[in-house]
């Protein structure tokens, strides 16, 4: 069945350092694959998403590509700011499971001032 | 457009009761999707439906349950509630177009004691 293994956290950066979460996958075909954020105490947003191989994802600086032949889905921003202090869910969909959401484990962001 | 509502936000329940949940999707939105968010096993497909028919379904015992109306809104009922089943709630909403773009309602709280 699918899965996605994401990097360990939890992230503890400086404001205006680089990130890096990285996400990889296990699926049959062609899945379809995002980036969810979870604040504290709400529901969790859409960030971005890549539908095919190659396709690049983007949204309020951050990006991530979906690259089939590493069958990782990495998220990058350039310059994180304290507001971007969340949980990020890798997920896909597609494949064997349909329409259902198999999501990673989360990684906790924390930036600082 | 208003977003994904669900209701109540918070619920405490005891042992052995039942409860139900209500999810009011995006307008136009006609898959509804369940997931349960916990800390050891994060979050994870219970069910989703599409024009009022269940089309997929994750591997849960048979105390939970869903349906859907006729207008997209979604219920999901939990009978003989156990200590276990105290998690987050989250209901998501589709277009269905390709690609399965998801989008979350804010979510219910429900403590079992």
């Known amino acids: 069945g699918n899965s996605v293994t994401q990097m360990e956290g939890p992230v503890t950066l400086s404001e205006e350092a680089f990130l890096t979460i990285n996400c990889t996958y296990t699926?049959?075909?062609?899945?379809?694959l995002f980036w969810y954020v979870q604040y504290p105490g709400e529901g969790l947003q859409l960030l971005l998403k890549?539908?095919?191989?190659?396709d690049k994802g983007s949204n309020k600086g951050f990006e991530a590509t979906y690259r089939k032949e590493t069958t990782s889905f990495h998220l990058e921003k350039g310059s994180v700011q304290v507001s971007d202090s969340a949980v990020y869910f890798c997920?896909?969909?597609?494949?064997?499971?349909?329409?259902?959401?198999?999501f990673g484990e989360g990684t906790q962001l924390t930036v600082n001032p | 457009k208003a977003g994904v509502t669900q209701t109540p936000r918070y619920l405490i329940k005891t042992r052995g009761q039942q409860v139900t949940l209500s999810c009011s999707p995006i307008?136009?939105?006609?898959?509804v999707s369940w997931y349960q968010q916990t800390p050891g096993q994060g979050l994870q497909f219970l069910f989703e439906?599409?024009?009022?028919?269940?089309?997929n379904k994750g591997n849960f015992p048979g105390r939970f349950s869903g349906r859907q109306f006729s207008n997209s809104r979604s219920e999901m009922n939990v009978s003989t509630l156990e200590l276990g089943d105290s998690a987050l709630y989250l209901c998501?909403?589709?277009?269905?177009?390709?690609?399965?773009?998801?989008?979350f309602g804010p979510g219910t709280r429900l403590t079992v004691t």
């Open positions: 998501a909403s589709s277009l269905d177009n390709p690609g399965y773009e998801q989008y």
């Open positions: 699926a049959t075909g062609y899945p379809s």
């Open positions: 890549a539908t095919k191989a190659d």
């Open positions: 997920a896909l969909t597609g494949g064997t499971s349909g329409s259902r959401l198999t």
């Open positions: 307008s136009g939105h006609r898959s």
């Open positions: 439906y599409f024009s009022e028919t269940q089309r």
